[in-house]
């Protein structure tokens, strides 16, 4: 199949928000779950990319601002790339099982990883085929573009946020 260009609209589509709606309790496990993660050095040679650590890492801090902050479920929103990162990490460590040591024994981590997964599946529906949909037009980049296109603009979007004093 012949794959199309990667397109402005593709990347500014990357840009764009979703939103993650999450129990409290399962965010809960989630945050705490990643924070374990990022303690740990034995993840580091699985890391493709800056882009994941910084997802994480942010993935973690949203979450553990909303939790506590309110008092009901939680609603985080990130762009479309950053879901693409994280969706992608996580299907390389759901493959691989490299997790599988990391997570809690009663299985609670694990259900909460999968109710994730499957948001970032619904979510990222053509993305995780190599589509990219703008209104009814749809180009076919290819998965590994939008993924390497996902990366690119977390890293770009963490450098303008950390260089820029205003952000801080």
Do not use: C
């Not at 199309?4 to 999450?22: G, P, Q, S």
């Not at 950053?82 to 390389?92: I, Q």
């Not at 990366?151 to 450098?159: K, Q």
Request: charged share 30%.
């Amino acid at each position: 199949m012949k794959k199309d260009k990667l397109t402005a609209d593709d990347v500014r589509r990357l840009n764009e928000l979703v939103h993650l709606e999450l129990p409290r309790h399962e965010a809960f496990v989630i945050s705490s779950g990643l924070h374990r993660l990022e303690e740990s050095h034995a993840l580091v040679p699985t890391w493709q990319h800056d882009s994941e650590q910084i997802v994480l890492r942010d993935l973690r801090a949203g979450l553990e601002r909303l939790i506590e902050e309110g008092h009901g479920d939680i609603r985080l929103a990130m762009t479309r790339a950053r879901a693409l990162v994280l969706g992608d990490w996580l299907l390389r460590m759901d493959q691989s099982e490299t997790l599988a040591p990391y997570l809690s024994r009663d299985g609670s981590e694990q259900r909460v990883l999968w109710t994730l997964e499957a948001w970032l599946d619904h979510t990222m529906i053509f993305e995780f085929h190599g589509a990219v949909k703008h209104g009814e037009a749809m180009s076919m980049p290819g998965y590994e573009a939008l993924v390497r296109a996902a990366r690119e603009e977390v890293a770009t979007e963490h450098l303008r946020t950390t260089d820029n004093p205003a952000n801080t």
